[in-house]
């Protein structure tokens, strides 16, 4: 039986709605923690995030019945282990653009005969009973390469056969970049969209999961009748700053000029 949120969902056949922390502090963690999302991502790769603040978001949202995910800086060995010894059961993968990125990306995040990670969970090993969590890690852990680049969506087939990962997410700034397109996450463009629909149903064929990162929810709604099964919305300081302009403007507007 997973302890895993996120699988949880998806083997309910949903989609899982996933936050996203920019800020480094354990007080943003614990409000998210408690607005209903599924998943929390700590974002160490374009985020304030360092290895000590994700500590300390993750204790925050410990309370709730969220998945802790982070989203590392690189597909590399040493910051892979950490953050699963740290405490995530998910983890996001910037820039996996062929098959053997991907099985690399599954070898630093399982324990052996899968994997080669390193035996060590200072903190995940808390989440179990003393020696449990190795038992159950390598199934338990969500594995997401992230797919944003021509290169990728060229290797697209080889990299969802590699056993062991999830699904993939999309970064549809990067995405659109790499085809010669302004960087912005809801993308219309009929060639971006024809993309989408190919690893939706490549994705679907396997039985993977696929994620993408919408600006809020309407993209997101958008993103799950398309048929994506983890939808980001924005990041919190996007939420926080769409939140503030919106109620500056409505108070400058609605007062007639006094303000």
């Not at 630093?108 to 038992?135: C, D, E, F, L, V």
């Not at 062991?164 to 010669?180: A, K, R």
């Amino acid at each position: 039986m997973t302890t895993n949120n996120v699988k949880k969902v998806w083997a309910s056949g949903k989609a899982v709605v996933n936050a996203w922390l920019a800020i480094p502090s354990g007080f943003s963690a614990e409000v998210i923690a408690q607005c209903g999302f599924d998943s929390v991502t700590v974002d160490m790769q374009h985020g304030v995030q360092d290895y000590q603040s994700m500590v300390q978001c993750f204790q925050a949202m410990n309370g709730h019945p969220v998945t802790p995910m982070v989203r590392v800086p690189w597909n590399e060995p040493g910051i892979i282990g950490k953050v699963l010894d740290g405490g995530a059961y998910g983890v996001i993968c910037p820039m996996v653009n062929t098959r053997q990125e991907a099985e690399n990306l599954v070898s630093y995040a399982k324990y052996p005969p899968r994997g080669t990670r390193s035996n060590g969970p200072i903190r995940s090993g808390m989440y179990g009973s003393a020696g449990a969590y190795q038992q159950t890690a390598n199934d338990e852990i969500v594995l997401l390469p992230m797919m944003e680049t021509k290169t990728a969506v060229g290797n697209m087939e080889s990299i969802l056969d590699v056993e062991g990962i999830d699904g993939v997410y999309i970064g549809p700034s990067d995405l659109g970049f790499s085809y010669g397109l302004v960087p912005k996450l809801d993308r219309d463009e009929p060639e971006i969209l024809k993309i989408y629909e190919k690893i939706v149903k490549e994705c679907g064929k396997r039985g993977l999961h696929p994620g993408i990162h919408c600006s809020g929810a309407e993209g997101a709604v958008r993103a799950i009748n398309m048929g994506f099964k983890l939808v980001t919305l924005s990041n919190e300081s996007g939420l926080m700053m769409t939140y503030a302009k919106m109620q500056v403007n409505q108070t400058r507007k609605d007062s007639g000029g006094k303000a």
